[in-house]
């Protein structure tokens, strides 16, 4: 997104945001703007000073394209703390795959995913931090796949369930064509990740020590043109975004200056098209940030 639709973006947002006082006027506010664009939106909202929360949608379930890819690392480190994996484990790249619907292989398309850096270090040894490292900060879908082999899809459906996330589902790998075609497909809903994102900020999540380091990967995030995009540059975000065609997600943990902390998050489907979405969750999150800081 270049300077002037950002700079055009931030003066739209910041004029709307002048008369919001309550949660029932930022209600209204973020209606109107989700009601002025071409798709389906949810929002969570969770103030983690005030404990105030506003939701819209939140039940309903979206592809969960790459927000999935933050429960594949919560199993990474549960599995760590239980001592059955190790994060400097050296594992080989490999870019074969078994599909769960027959075992069948198949294999990543580079053209399809965001890091082709992994892609030459196929049959070379990668540390599972540096796989971990990948998946989230710049969205690497073949370290995903190698991770969520390693953790398995049954694990990490357990481990969101004991979190409270009932309806997120994690079945299976990037571009397993197979269980697509039979509908097993990764979903989620805006509540399910407010769960995991506001257990996260409270350190809740294996433990502290597991949900610091799993922070200090999300403020790595690269991408930053949704969520960050309009907020000011000392506000840290740790967060993990989704995108695939008319399908754009952001979810994660603002921190303001002065300590204050909220999660939110921002999912969309059937959009106009990627640029529309990026900024309509670009305004939504500039709205939210300047209600929280009255």
């Known amino acids: 997104m270049n300077r002037v639709i950002l700079l055009l973006l931030f003066m739209t947002t910041t004029a709307m945001s002048q008369s919001v006082h309550s949660i029932a006027e930022l209600r209204t506010q973020l209606e109107s703007l989700i009601r002025s664009h071409k798709g389906d939106f949810a929002i969570a909202f969770s103030d983690l000073k005030s404990g105030e929360r506003l939701l819209i949608n939140e039940r309903t379930n979206f592809h969960a394209a790459s927000t999935m890819k933050t429960p594949v690392m919560i199993e990474i480190f549960r599995q760590v703390s239980a001592n059955m994996i190790s994060l400097d484990d050296s594992v080989v790249v490999r870019n074969s795959f078994r599909s769960i619907m027959d075992g069948s292989e198949y294999a990543m398309d580079l053209s399809d995913d965001s890091d082709d850096g992994l892609y030459r270090s196929i049959g070379k040894k990668q540390t599972v931090r540096e796989l971990v490292f990948k998946m989230i900060t710049v969205s690497s879908n073949l370290a995903t796949n190698i991770l969520i082999e390693m953790a398995g899809p049954e694990n990490i459906m357990r481990t969101m369930r004991e979190m409270g996330c009932n309806d997120i589902r994690v079945l299976r790998?990037?571009?397993?064509?197979?269980?697509?075609?039979?509908?097993?497909?990764?979903?989620?809903?805006?509540?399910?990740?407010?769960?995991?994102?506001?257990?996260?900020?409270?350190?809740?999540?294996?433990?502290?020590?597991?949900?610091?380091?799993?922070?200090?990967?999300?403020?790595?995030?690269?991408?930053?043109?949704?969520?960050?995009?309009?907020?000011?540059?000392?506000?840290?975000?740790?967060?993990?975004?989704?995108?695939?065609?008319?399908?754009?997600?952001?979810?994660?943990?603002?921190?303001?200056?002065?300590?204050?902390?909220?999660?939110?998050?921002?999912?969309?489907?059937?959009?106009?098209?990627?640029?529309?979405?990026?900024?309509?969750?670009?305004?939504?999150?500039?709205?939210?940030?300047?209600?929280?800081?009255?």
Request: glycine content about 6%; cysteine-free.
């Open 173 to 294: 790998g990037v571009e397993d064509g197979k269980a697509f075609a039979a509908g097993y497909n990764n979903t989620t809903t805006a509540y399910d990740l407010m769960l995991i994102f506001e257990q996260l900020a409270q350190k809740k999540v294996v433990d502290m020590d597991a949900s610091e380091q799993m922070l200090t990967v999300l403020r790595a995030q690269r991408f930053k043109d949704m969520i960050p995009a309009l907020l000011p540059s000392d506000v840290i975000v740790a967060h993990k975004t989704g995108s695939i065609t008319n399908v754009q997600h952001d979810s994660g943990i603002i921190t303001l200056p002065d300590g204050h902390q909220y999660v939110l998050i921002l999912l969309s489907k059937n959009l106009k098209d990627n640029k529309d979405g990026i900024g309509v969750l670009a305004q939504l999150s500039k709205a939210v940030y300047d209600f929280v800081r009255k």
